[in-house]
């Protein structure tokens, strides 16, 4: 979670008047930062695996539905996903991304760990997610900001 906060930051210091989301838009809404209007949801780096020592820029994880069963933040409030990488951001409108996971995973049976379109839930869980390769996020992107 503290990473995750501090790449809501590091996204933040590249925008001009940025405020950032209430625990309660965070948690209900789905989005972290805005700018002119403009609502961002900012997705961190993640392991792969608990048991990974760095987080990988080369795969994103895709909430569909949350831990409580209810739409996960790719169904929220925000206008566009930032997902950060190790030299840059790739900024993708959250309603592309939608079309674009919808259509890849519509007829992918369910998997029993992380796989990419395939999707996936966590044992005891109610969530469902999948994961999307980093370099399709970037063929689907809005833009890409480099990190300075």
């Given amino acids: 979670y503290e990473y995750g ?7 933040a210091f590249m925008l001009k008047d940025p405020v950032f989301a209430s ?3 965070n ?10 209007g403009i ?3 900012v997705k961190a780096m993640k392991k792969m695996a608990r048991k990974d020592e760095q987080p990988t820029d080369r795969i994103h994880f895709i909430e569909l539905r949350n831990v409580h069963g209810l739409l996960g933040w790719v169904y929220g409030d ?10 840059y951001w790739i900024v993708v409108k959250r309603t592309k991304l ?15 760990r992380p796989k990419p379109y395939q999707l996936y839930q966590r044992n005891g869980r109610k969530d469902i ?9 970037l063929a689907i ?3 890409t900001i480099k990190i300075k």
Avoid: C, G
């Avoid at 948690?27 to 002119?36: F, L, M, P, Y």
């Avoid at 674009?100 to 029993?112: G, L, N, Y």
């Fill in 5 to 11: 906060d501090s790449a809501e930051h590091r996204f």
């Fill in 141 to 143: 992107s809005d833009t």
């Fill in 39 to 41: 609502k961002y949801d």
């Fill in 98 to 112: 939608v079309h674009f996971v919808e259509r890849i995973t519509d007829k992918q049976p369910f998997s029993d």
């Fill in 27 to 36: 948690i209900n809404s789905h989005w972290d930062v805005a700018s002119n």
């Fill in 78 to 87: 925000a206008h566009y996903i930032a997902f950060e990488t190790r030299a």
């Fill in 23 to 25: 625990k309660y838009e």
């Fill in 129 to 137: 997610m999948t994961i999307v390769p980093t370099m399709d996020l």
